[in-house]
């Protein structure tokens, strides 16, 4: 359902017990709310689920770029208010944990836990230039000019060559995104720089990475971890940057572990 907020018409799907604790997913770059399909199955009987396009993507409306993190985080809790829930869970993927850590910052009282997925806190110079690079291709060939090497980076060279559901799921979100959203939200990951503030953050956490994801690698979940007072940290191997979908069981397991556990 689209709904009008304050600052944006937002897509959403809510499913789930309404009396269930709330569970906010937030996706990819590129892509949109049905990155989280491989964990609907898990989550639906436990959480009252709300999964969104940001800003730019799937079925929600698309600004002219760019976009800020600090935009995309309000968006989240424009979107929670006009549902009238005060509290959640979240869980982000790439972009999307890079908006969780903008709510934990900005916005700590709306969270219960917080799951980060192949995500980073800081992009480095080369990143920024990456990331350029991909927005001037989106500019002069469309998403077409991106896929393949997205999907390239996105898993690993097992997971692509075999060509499942997942790998054709991705391709098709890739190719449905509006240029003009993929480029407001890349010049949102250009601003990425919440690392040194990450200490102030006390809701429970857990970070979750693909063992062998080349964009947001370990590394940079291990920065997340040493920086977030308490956090756990989970490496999934036989994974890459997608982690929830080439190792949907092994992350379904997690999260739902996390998300249940008692305080």
Sequence with gaps: MRIRTATLETNCEVSGPRDAPALLLSHALGTSLNLWDPQMAALESRFRVVRYDIRGHG??????????????????????????IGRVSFAGVSLGG????????????????????????????EGVQAVRER??????????????????????????????????L?????????????I???EAICGLNLLDALPAVRVPTLVVVGEEDPGTPVAAAQAIHAAIPGSRLEVIPSASHL?????????NRLLVDFLTAAP
Aim: one cysteine or more; aromatic letters at 6%.
């Design 59 to 84: 079925e929600s409306a698309v600004p002219p770029a760019p976009y800020t993190l600090a935009e995309l985080a309000a968006d989240a809790v424009a979107l929670l208010d006009r549902l009238e």
């Design 98 to 125: 890079m908006i969780g850590q903008e709510l934990a910052l900005r916005h700590p009282g709306r969270l219960e836990r917080l799951v980060l997925c192949d995500t980073s806190a800081r992009i480095p110079p």
């Design 243 to 251: 982690a929830n979908v080439e190792q949907a069981a092994r992350f």
């Design 135 to 168: 927005i001037a291709l989106a500019r002069s060939g469309g998403m077409a000019a991106l896929v393949e090497a997205t999907l390239a980076r996105w898993f690993t060279p097992r997971f692509l060559a075999a060509e499942g559901p997942g790998v054709a």
């Design 170 to 182: 991705i391709r098709q979100l890739v190719l449905r995104t509006p240029v003009e959203g993929f």
């Design 184 to 186: 407001g939200c890349a």
